[in-house]
């Protein structure tokens, strides 16, 4: 599968086909079968510390990189104007930096958040890891 087809649906769709992404606005999110063809959901919530969806009226991009490490197939791809461009996959230690940065980031857009870390306390960040292993769980398979 190259290619992947838009499809704009209030609501998650109870059946996911292959080769298309549903975007829904109204829950901030997008879910498509993983690229690879293992059949498993990519859900992929859009906010400012997870990924950015770019439509241009026709075709759709989504910023940053899909990386499914918690699949066995460990697929990473770019859903690029919608073609899917497949990346190198990453070893474990470029998968927990990437968590890292990402839970960090996640973090520092929520001020209200009194346990947020800094990002220069490099100790905090060691101890959010093993959180982040938790919240990357449900992130992949709750809606
Ligand atoms: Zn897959």
């Not at 959901?41 to 990924?51: G, I, K, Q, R």
């Not at 990002?119 to 990357?136: N, T, Y």
Request: hydrophobic share 40%; charged share 25%.
């Amino acid at each position: 599968m190259e290619t992947l087809n838009n499809d704009f649906v209030h609501s998650i769709p109870e059946r996911i086909f292959p080769g298309i992404l549903y975007i829904s606005m109204e829950r901030s999110v997008a879910i498509h079968l993983c690229a690879c063809g293992c059949g498993n959901e990519v859900v992929t919530p859009l906010s400012p510390a997870d990924w950015q969806l770019k439509y241009d009226g026709a075709v759709i991009s989504l910023i940053p990189s899909i990386g499914n490490w918690n699949f066995p197939c460990q697929s990473h791809y770019w859903i690029t104007n919608n073609k899917i461009k497949w990346a190198a996959s990453w070893n474990k230690n470029q998968i927990e930096d990437s968590r890292d940065f990402h839970y960090n980031r996640r973090k520092m857009l929520e001020p209200e958040n009194k346990d947020a870390p800094k990002v220069q306390d490099e100790s905090l960040i060691i101890v959010k890891k093993k959180r982040w292993a938790f919240w990357g769980i449900l992130r992949f398979f709750k809606l």
